[in-house]
């Protein structure tokens, strides 16, 4: 079993930057893919970035492409999503997600919600 919780939502100004982090618990988390997650209001859940178990592999939704950065650091059982030029289309719950496939992940943290005015 693995917990996910996910920290550093907020309230932003367009073109500012955010910080989410995630911390998991449980032996497993270095062998599992980490994905972030959202789901604006009215709109689907939407994968926006991912990254595999070694780190080496990443995915970006083409509308973060160049503003997000997704890391990961095994040693603490965490993940960052670094958010910079952020655009009140981010605006969304942010959700940290981990299993073996990074678009299918089995284990979810509550979420986060960042909001951006313009």
């Known amino acids: 079993q693995v917990q996910l919780v996910e920290s550093g939502g907020g309230l932003v100004q367009a073109g500012g930057s955010l910080r989410l982090s995630c911390t998991a618990s449980?032996?497993?988390?270095?062998?599992?893919?980490m994905a972030w997650f959202r789901q604006a209001p009215g709109k689907e859940r939407e994968v926006v970035a991912t990254?595999?178990?070694?780190?080496?592999?990443?995915y970006y939704a083409d509308s973060v492409k160049g503003r997000f950065t997704i890391s990961r650091d095994n040693t603490k059982n965490s993940v960052v999503l670094q958010m910079n030029s952020l655009k009140p289309e981010d605006t969304a719950v942010y959700y940290c997600?981990?299993?073996?496939?990074?678009?299918?992940?089995?284990?979810w943290g509550q979420g986060t919600l960042v909001t951006v005015s313009s």
């Open positions: 990254m595999n178990w070694s780190g080496v592999v990443t």
């Open positions: 449980g032996r497993t988390f270095s062998r599992y893919d």
């Open positions: 997600a981990t299993g073996l496939v990074a678009r299918n992940p089995q284990y």
